[in-house]
């Protein structure tokens, strides 16, 4: 097994993620900038109130309050929590609700890593017509089904658009986390055929619309659909925290006239 990282370890790395000086770091968090030093030399122990300061100073999201407690000694602070355990079960009708309101247009709850946790019908109907429909049990990940070459790729016809601007949002995860697993799935990400020229690339200013829609084509069938990305206010849960709610919105009338008859001929 991997060391775990000690806390000044961990302290010096979220500094300097962050881009703080220990000056601006101290004064963040109440403190004297000599003390900061000693925390960050190992030459002083924390509080656990003083570990919950720093990483609220720090911006540090929770599952990384409890790396920051767990390296100093202490029990962690918060809890991760199965979405489907009892204990969520407000949060989850919550978001049922959401996916439910969503229809007959796509809408998805997916994790910090685009894992896919629950979808609505309108969800299943565009990844049936597109791809088919995957497998009982399958897990999803939306990340590797959007940048690889062989899902939804191929059908959809500003790609290299659309995966620009996708990929900054992981880069700004990574950023925001600063996890080696958010990091990892951005290089995995990055490593498939074509990814990095299309990052690279400039984007085109002068298409003109309000938002960038992701283009589907397939069988003579076109479809057009702009995204939105809700989180959950207020969240004291790891898992709660990490949850993402993407509901897709036709960005014309076809569009949504087709999902309406999807949605007819289903029922």
Same mark, same amino acid.
């Given at each position: 097994m991997p060391k775990r990282p000690g806390f000044a370890a961990l302290l010096r790395r979220w500094r300097a993620h962050r881009g703080l000086s220990q000056l601006d770091l101290a004064g963040e +968090?109440?403190?004297s900038q000599r003390h900061l030093s000693f925390l960050e030399l190992g030459r002083a122990s924390p509080s656990r109130e003083m570990v919950l300061r720093l990483a $609220?100073? @720090?911006a540090v999201p929770l599952r990384q309050h409890n790396a920051l407690l767990l390296a100093a000694g202490f029990a962690p602070a918060w809890r991760e929590t199965a979405l489907a355990a009892p204990e969520l079960a407000q949060v989850g009708r919550a978001?049922? /609700?959401i996916l439910a309101q969503q229809e007959p247009f796509p809408a998805a709850v997916v994790d910090r890593h685009w894992?896919?946790?629950k979808a609505n019908a309108g969800a299943a109907r565009l990844v049936a017509f597109l791809v088919g429909p995957p497998a009982p049990g399958a897990a999803v990940n939306l990340a590797d089904a959007l940048v690889a070459p062989d899902v939804l790729r191929p059908f959809l016809a500003n790609w290299p658009d659309v995966v620009r601007y996708f990929i900054r949002?992981? %880069?700004? $995860?990574a950023a925001a986390d600063g996890t080696a697993?958010?990091?990892a799935l951005l %290089?995995?990400?990055? +490593? /498939?055929d074509g990814v990095r020229a299309a990052v690279a690339a400039p984007a085109d200013v002068a298409a003109g619309d309000p938002v960038l829609p992701m283009h589907f084509r397939k069988d003579g069938t076109s479809l057009s659909l702009f995204t939105t990305i809700a989180t959950l206010g207020t969240p004291q849960d790891v898992t709660l925290q990490e @949850?993402?709610?993407e509901c897709f919105f036709p960005a014309d009338e076809g569009t949504a006239a087709i999902f309406r008859a999807w949605a007819a001929a289903g029922r």
């Open positions: +968090a109440g403190i $609220d100073a @720090l978001l049922d /609700h894992n896919l946790l949002s992981v %880069e700004a $995860d697993e958010t990091a %290089e995995r990400l990055l +490593a /498939h @949850l993402r709610i």
